[in-house]
């Protein structure tokens, strides 16, 4: 546990985006293309699984990522396309939750707000488009554009130094154990977010 020992004050949060305040699921989409539920668990686990989809996160173009996917399972080029072509439809709403605590954060503290998300570069632009609040963050290091990926350390050493952030005073929220995992190898103090209450609960015992 992090309060064995006493921690160094916070003076920066880094955020994940997707899973703590950005709700994206593909069986948004795909939910409305597969009838039975069973093919569609099967496309997105063994077709489109989450790590052809990370490849993408990493820095991989979708058209490569596409091209491969029908090349490999020819019956299921209309789907495999639309993974790219309907992505916006993955997108469900804001955590409002998290979103709050956020807005508070940025609104009555003086800690700096970062974001760190595992994301495609070609599609991030649409959630800029969709999203406000992303202009909360002092800035935001997005994988897709850097070609790491979490949880790879390297990541993370990337946004300490292009923000000069001293891990030992930083907190890390993630979604992910790995990630959270890979937070802690180069020395950031993490959450691993499983729901609001929770982390308010260990904010609390940091800030």
């Known amino acids: 546990m992090h309060m064995d ?3 160094q004050p916070i003076d920066t949060i880094i955020f994940d985006l997707g899973g ?3 709700d994206w699921n593909p069986r948004y989409l795909y939910k409305k293309v597969f009838v039975d539920p069973g093919a569609m668990e099967f496309f997105l686990t ?4 989450g790590e052809w989809n990370h490849l993408q996160d990493a820095g991989r173009p979708w058209k490569d990522a596409i091209e491969d996917r029908i090349e490999h399972f020819p019956e299921y080029e209309a789907e495999i396309r639309m993974f790219y072509e309907r992505w916006s439809e993955m997108l469900g709403g804001v955590n409002e939750d998290t979103l709050d ?3 508070i954060l ?3 503290s003086n800690l700096r707000l970062l974001a760190l998300t595992n ?3 070609e599609t991030w632009v649409l959630a800029c488009e ?3 609040f992303l202009k909360l963050f002092e800035g935001i290091v997005v994988s897709g554009e850097e070609k790491i990926a979490k949880p790879d350390p390297a990541i993370f050493k990337l946004l300490c130094n292009r923000y000069q952030v001293d891990p030992a005073h930083a907190l890390f929220i993630d979604d992910s154990e790995a990630n959270v995992i890979g937070a802690r190898s180069i020395g950031l103090n993490a959450i691993h977010y499983q729901d609001d209450s929770q982390l308010r609960e260990e904010l609390e015992e940091w800030l």
């Open 20 to 22: 703590v305040l950005i």
């Open 106 to 108: 940025a609104t009555e």
């Open 119 to 121: 994301w495609s570069a």
């Open 101 to 103: 605590l956020l807005n």
């Open 130 to 132: 969709r999203y406000d």
């Open 46 to 49: 063994e077709i489109c699984h």
């Open 5 to 7: 020992v006493a921690p």
